[in-house]
């Protein structure tokens, strides 16, 4: 919060300038339920060094149901305002929000060492360099929640959004007294899956139920969650 005075030789104001850590989201404007991809990329210009980047603050992403995301990241470069730079994505996460309205996500912070040139040569004519420990901040991100529409809304809807299919199916269909068979609800698709109940099942009488067995395959990507 406190700006850094723009002195050409302060370690400090020059680290500011050559790395940045940016937050980027798939969509600002999402429905409820419906899936944002948050990505935090590390931004090093080629005439600064870095050393020992760790996170030191994650968002605690409230108001969404959030996955993180597991990869591995390479360095690749990319401009950012005019300028050239070595990046790595150092964090990534599926959000799905809860809550529609203004949802704001706090900024991730990152510590590390940085060797920065300054303006200043040595005896020689050769740049000098320093190294300082310094914090790093992303910005503040904002969602703007819409709600879902209302129209064609099921009177039991829960909340479960996506592209689904639901299949139902007996292992056998032709029993004996005191023979058993097992029913198989099955719901696939792309959506938040984590959030999704499968129906309750109305039983005819003259049969003995046991408890369901509840199994889950579900994959997240940056795309969203499907399985």
């Not at 500011?16 to 999402?30: F, G, K, R, T």
């Not at 020689?124 to 064609?152: E, H, Q």
């Amino acid at each position: 919060a406190v700006e850094i005075p723009k002195d050409p030789n302060d370690p400090s104001y020059l680290a500011s300038q050559n790395i940045h850590i940016l937050a980027e989201v798939s969509d600002n404007s999402p429905y409820l339920n419906e899936p944002v991809f948050l990505q935090y990329k590390l931004l090093v210009s080629n005439e600064t060094d870095v050393s020992g980047p760790r996170l030191r603050d994650v968002p605690q992403f409230t108001g969404f149901w959030n996955q993180k995301i597991e990869r591995d990241s390479p360095i690749k470069k990319m401009e950012y305002k005019g300028k050239s730079y070595r990046y790595v994505v150092v964090y990534e996460a599926l959000l799905y929000p809860q809550k529609t309205g203004t949802l704001e996500i706090d900024p991730l912070s990152m510590e590390m060492s940085v060797g920065v040139q300054t303006n200043r040569r040595d005896f020689f004519g050769n740049y000098i360099y320093r190294n300082i420990d310094k914090v790093f901040y992303s910005s503040k991100v904002t969602i703007n929640v819409k709600p879902l529409p209302d129209a064609g809304k099921p009177v039991d809807f829960s909340g479960v959004v996506g592209d689904f299919q639901l299949s139902a199916e007996l292992s056998r269909n032709k029993l004996q007294a005191t023979e058993s068979t097992q029913l198989i609800l099955k719901l696939s698709g792309n959506g938040n899956l984590k959030l999704a109940d499968l129906p309750t099942v109305n039983f005819p009488p003259g049969l003995d139920v046991y408890d369901p067995e509840r199994k889950e395959n579900i994959y997240v990507a940056p795309t969203g969650m499907s399985g």
